[in-house]
C-alpha cells in the first residue's frame, strides 16, 4: 500500500462519518430525522449500508491500533485543537465548530486505523494476524 492507498482509506473513513452526521443538516441522521418515527424502505437500505460500513471500519480499527491507540490517537488531535486555539489559528464559536472537529476526527482516527496494519508491516517487518484457537 503506498500513499494513495492510505489517503484512498483515509477519504473513505471520512466519507463514512459525514455521510453518518455532520453539522451541515445535510446527512442521514438528518434526513431519517426528518420524517421520523416513519422511516422509509430507502433510508432502512442506506442505513445498513451505513452500519455495516462502520463494522468493518471500527473493528479493523480496534484490531489495528487498539483501544489504548485510539485513546492515544484522541489525545493527540485534542492537544493539536488546543495548540491551535492556543496560538489563534481556530476559533471554536458555537457548537458547530467542535462538531466539525469531532467528526473530522473521528473521520481521520478511522481512516489510520484502517491503514495502520500496513503501516506498521512495512516499518517493523511484522504481520498482524488474528488469533485462532482450535480444540
Known amino acids: 500500500m503506498g500513499a494513495g492507498g492510505a489517503l ?37 437500505v442506506v442505513g445498513l449500508l451505513l452500519l455495516i460500513g462502520w463494522v ?10 487498539g483501544l489504548f491507540g485510539v485513546l492515544l490517537l484522541l ?29 473530522i476526527a473521528t473521520g481521520l482516527i478511522l481512516g489510520v486505523g484502517m491503514c495502520w496494519s500496513l503501516v506498521r508491516r512495512r516499518l517493523s517487518g511484522q504481520t498482524d494476524v488474528d488469533e485462532v484457537h482450535g480444540h
Open 75 to 103: 489525545a493527540l488531535f485534542a492537544a493539536l485543537v488546543w495548540l491551535a486555539v492556543q496560538d489563534g489559528w481556530l476559533h471554536l464559536n458555537g457548537s458547530s465548530a467542535l462538531a466539525w472537529i469531532s467528526v
Open 8 to 44: 484512498v482509506r483515509i477519504l473513505a473513513a471520512l466519507a463514512l462519518v459525514l455521510l453518518t452526521f455532520n453539522p451541515s443538516g445535510h446527512s442521514f441522521c438528518h434526513w431519517l430525522a426528518s420524517g421520523f418515527p416513519h422511516v422509509s424502505a430507502t433510508q432502512a
Open 56 to 65: 468493518i471500519f471500527v473493528t479493523a480499527t480496534l484490531r489495528s491500533l
